[in-house]
């Protein structure tokens, strides 16, 4: 393997540690906040 | 979370996205080529911000544990929480660059005998404890003082052992910063600094936004416990 290609491997894992993080974290936030919502919404069914 | 809270965290993201691209531009296009390493010397700028920000973190950890103790204020516990999860994860990217550069420099993937990959390694390993010992606990209270009283006392070994490393003699890891070794060029240095600032900038992003989705979740948890007729978000 050449030198630039360990470069390259190394800031690869960077990238893909943040897009990983990042998309782990949105998805719990979004079911997070679906679920919330949901509640809400029976909530408000509930009370009509 | 206040409108006010949103617009801070979108201004906090894009300056981090923004900082991060601006750092990679200058590793790939501004700063030289080593003139011993070659172009894997580029590892380090992405490598020791990583370990820096990783360390720092798990001493700001025993720091929030601290704040937790003294005031028994339950935030201060979810700060230290996500800062020590967060290290981590960082601390890992820091194992796998580690490992990339010393493969690409010296042939191998791990030297056992370099005590600063070693000692790396047993801190890390040591937080990896963290997790499993937390939440063995049930009792909410007690999780959180002996989650503490764990990130006051490993957060304390963390300088501890820096220093340790630092006096060893025998060591063939490099130094890039310190007084006998790693006087970068201004270029390599201002590289550096961009790297270290845009690394600290995403840390503090992340951390802002992992807090973010546990009060988001620790919401969620008490509208499930409220009767109904009382949820509110």
């Known amino acids: ?48 | 979370m206040t409108d006010g809270d949103r617009r801070r965290l979108v201004h906090l993201s894009l300056a981090s996205g923004v900082a991060v691209a601006a750092a990679l531009m200058l590793v790939f296009f501004y700063a030289p080529r080593d003139a011993d390493q070659g172009v894997i010397q580029k590892i380090f700028y992405i490598h020791v911000p990583m370990a820096i920000v990783a360390l720092g973190g798990f001493i700001a950890a025993a720091a929030l544990a601290v704040q937790y103790l003294r005031t028994g204020d339950r935030r201060w516990d979810v700060r230290s929480y996500v800062t020590i999860h967060l290290s981590l994860v960082v601390a890992v990217v820091v194992l796998m660059t580690g490992s990339i550069w010393a493969r690409a420099s010296w042939g191998h993937w791990w030297v056992w005998n370099e005590p600063t990959l070693v000692s790396f390694l047993i801190m890390f390993l040591l937080y990896c404890t963290y997790q499993p010992m937390r939440f063995a606990i049930e009792d909410a209270e007690r999780q959180a003082r002996y989650a503490s009283v764990f990130a006051i006392l490993a957060g304390a070994f963390v300088p501890l052992n820096f220093l340790a490393v630092r006096l060893a003699q025998a060591y063939t890891h490099p130094r890039v910063l310190g007084p006998t070794g790693g006087s970068m060029p201004g270029a390599m240095r201002l590289t550096f600094a961009a790297c270290l600032g845009a690394v600290v900038l995403l840390y503090v992003t992340l951390w802002s936004l992992e807090l973010t989705a546990k009060d988001a979740a620790a919401r969620l948890r008490r509208a499930r416990r409220q009767p109904p007729g009382l949820v509110t978000s």
């Open chain 1, 1 to 48: 393997m050449q030198a630039g290609s360990y470069v390259a491997a190394a800031y690869l894992v960077f990238v893909a540690a943040v897009v990983a993080y990042l998309t782990i974290l949105g998805m719990r936030l979004s079911r997070t906040h679906r679920e919330l919502r949901m509640l809400e919404h029976h909530e408000d069914d509930r009370r009509r």
